[in-house]
Structures are given as C-alpha cells and as structure tokens.
C-alpha cells in the first residue's frame, strides 16, 4: 500500500520554527518525486516544494530562503525544515508522491497524498 504519513505540525509563534516529515513507503523514496503542499482554509491547495529521488529540489516563490526540503534515507522519510514562520504560512500541509512531471510542484501531476498536518502561525 502506497500510504504517506505526515507529521510534525503545531502552533508556533511568529518568526518560529517547525519540521515536517512525510513518512513515505521505499518504493516512492526511491522512484517518485516527493513534493509539500499546503492548503489554507478558503484557498486552494498550493505547492511548496519537491525533491527527486536523485535529489534535485524545487520550491515555491513563497517558500525560498525560508524552507528547505531534504531526504531521510534511512529512515523513509522526506522533510520539510520551515523557518521564519508567518501567519500566512499557516494551513494544512500535505506530501505527495509524482511519477511524472520533472520538478513541477503542480498538484495535478501528483497521485499519491497523505492526510496533512495543521500548522498554525500566531502573530
């Protein structure tokens, strides 16, 4: 079963700090791109970035210089260390896994989602 797991979010203050992870079966470690969404309520789901199973990494406009996506090998998992935290950071944010695409953090390119986990940014 192709199954994403995400955890790691809260509520953290202005200018905080959080690490999500995405706990990915093996199979999709090694042969998908695994990419962060995030959906705030009344807003529709945006990218936020992506990493290849060769390592290569894309992020969102939103998320550069602040974010940084990274792969745990040995443990199935992919992070998402965000820094610098804002309100508008706040939403729920997923993984997904891609088979196609290159670096596109294009929702609809991706086929496989976690549930997401609730990060909340207090000013």
């Known amino acids: 079963q192709l199954r994403l797991v995400e955890s790691g979010g809260g509520l953290v203050q202005l200018g905080g700090s959080l690490r999500l992870s995405c706990k990915t079966p093996r199979f999709l470690l090694d042969n998908s791109r695994i990419g962060w969404f995030r959906q705030a309520p009344g807003k529709e789901r945006e990218g936020v970035s992506c990493i290849t199973s060769g390592g290569r990494t894309n992020y969102a406009d939103s998320a550069k210089g602040r974010f940084t996506i990274s792969r745990g090998y040995g443990e199935n998992r992919v992070y998402l260390q965000m820094n610098t935290l804002k309100p508008e950071d706040t939403a729920v944010y997923y993984c997904?896994?891609?088979?196609?695409?290159?670096?596109?953090?294009?929702?609809?390119?991706?086929?496989?989602w976690g549930q997401g986990t609730q990060v909340t940014v207090s000013s």
């Open positions: 997904a896994a891609a088979f196609r695409g290159g670096l596109s953090v294009d929702r609809d390119d991706y086929d496989y």
